[in-house]
């Protein structure tokens, strides 16, 4: 079975930090990887998929790379509205989901 | 504007059963496949089944296999989710979630989620 870990799994940030959150697949998952973001109390949002497609409407200061078992989340400047959790999704069967990210206001 | 809306959700004693619904509107229903996502308190994110677009192919998480059946009245524009014997486990916010096309498992649009809650 697939695995998925990110790293770290808590992370302090400043408004206008670069950030960066890895997910790394126990097996080669080729680029069939999706990263949401969270807020508490709402639904997730897709931010990513395929491992670096920008969804629609999502700010271009995030942005996704990697393929294979190693991929990343960059936020390249910390906005107030981007303190949330932060998950990774494999995209095949089966569509587990890391175990989530959770970047807080230092 | 693509909408999601749950419903459906509450308290259920444990070995009972309850059915959810997804109405969704904003887009061609029909054309995508379809997801369950739930979420226990404080947890993260857990897959539970997804359903293709005309009811194809449909696949569960092994928590939910033989308990759980999801379904779709694509003239109805409409997602469901028959829960039976539900679990202490089984609590969570359960979101629905629609389909990327390509990509049968990507939720690109999130209902705000229903909350069932398996107590005695």
């Known amino acids: 079975d697939i695995q998925l870990t990110q790293s770290p799994s808590f992370l302090s940030a400043s408004v206008g930090d670069r950030v960066t959150i890895t997910c790394r697949a126990s097996q080669d998952i080729s680029s069939y990887l999706a990263w949401y973001q969270q807020k508490p109390g709402k639904a997730p949002k897709l931010l990513i998929y395929?491992?670096?497609t920008l969804q629609s409407g999502v700010p271009s200061r995030f942005s996704g790379s990697g393929s294979g078992t190693e991929f990343t989340l960059t936020i390249s400047s910390l906005h107030p509205e981007d303190f949330a959790t932060y998950y990774c999704?494999?995209?095949?069967?089966?569509?587990?989901f890391g175990p989530g990210t959770k970047v807080d206001i230092k | 504007e693509v909408q999601l809306v749950e419903s459906g959700g509450g308290l259920v004693k444990p070995g009972g059963s309850l059915r959810l619904s997804c109405e969704v509107s904003?887009?061609?229903?029909?054309?995508?496949?379809m997801n369950w996502v739930r979420q226990a308190p404080g947890k993260g994110l857990e897959w539970v089944a997804c359903?293709?677009?005309?009811?194809?192919?449909?696949y569960y998480a092994d928590s939910v296999k033989g308990r759980f059946t999801i379904s779709r009245d694509n003239a109805k524009n409409s997602l469901y989710l028959q829960m039976s014997s539900l679990r202490g486990e089984d609590t969570a916010v359960y979101y629905c979630?629609?389909?990327?096309?390509?990509?049968?498992?990507?939720?690109?649009?999130w209902g705000q989620g229903t909350r069932v809650t398996v107590s005695s």
């Open positions: 999704q494999h995209l095949n069967y089966f569509p587990l």
């Open positions: 979630a629609k389909g990327g096309g390509y990509y049968d498992f990507l939720g690109d649009n």
């Open positions: 904003g887009f061609s229903f029909s054309s995508y496949s």
């Open positions: 395929a491992a670096s």
């Open positions: 359903i293709s677009s005309v009811s194809s192919y449909i």
